[in-house]
């Protein structure tokens, strides 16, 4: 379950999309946040909502170019923003790799210190969307869509020549599966 793409206010019509979970008028419901210097996002190109005015577009890596170009726009990318830590890493049968909100409760409880960067420790936010419920079809939705920092970026324009900066970032699930860094507890 990977969920619509956003639908933020006055940005692309894009079909099917809903409004997004933790970000624009939802992002009180959000838990991490970053210092942004708006006066680098040219007017109009941020979000437009109130709750985030001119905040970047936020976006998620792993999607697909077509999916990252319908959000962000052809002339931008998609760049992560926060390094994923060893404890935002679970074993499956496949090895190790970026924990999600597919994996509760079999992978990880999802509690406040369960991990580093994920979303919505405890569901909190979910149980927000599901008019208080911690069950049914909506809450169900929203923790299966629920990541770590491997999903959360901004759409940016990058200088011909430069890369996004998380592409610095080490894959430190892919280390832990390697046996070059110790699992996490």
């Known amino acids: ?59 998620n890596p792993t999607w697909s170019r077509a999916e990252i170009d319908l959000v962000c726009g052809e002339a931008r990318e998609c760049c992560q923003t926060t390094a994923v830590t060893a404890n935002d890493c679970v074993e499956d049968a496949s090895g190790w790799r970026p924990v999600t909100g597919q994996d509760i409760p079999t992978l990880t409880d999802w509690s406040g210190l369960a991990h580093d960067t994920h979303q919505d420790p405890n569901g909190t936010g979910c149980q927000t969307h599901a008019d208080g419920a911690r069950s049914g079809p909506v809450f169900e939705s929203c923790i299966g869509q629920l990541a770590v920092a491997d999903q959360r970026g901004f759409c940016i324009v990058l200088e011909p020549g430069t890369t996004c900066p998380a592409d610095a970032y080490e894959n430190v699930c892919e280390l832990i599966d390697a046996g070059q860094l110790p699992q996490p507890d």
């Not at 894009?14 to 838990?31: C, D, H, T, V």
């Not at 946040?33 to 190109?45: A, K, Q, S, T």
């Open 1 to 59: 379950m990977t969920g619509a793409l956003p639908k933020y206010t006055g940005k692309a019509n894009i079909e099917g999309s809903e409004p997004p979970l933790f970000a624009g008028n939802n992002n009180p419901l959000s838990r991490s946040g970053m210092c942004v210097n708006l006066l680098d996002i040219p007017p109009g190109d941020g979000l437009q909502e109130p709750n985030a005015p001119n905040c970047p577009l936020p976006c």
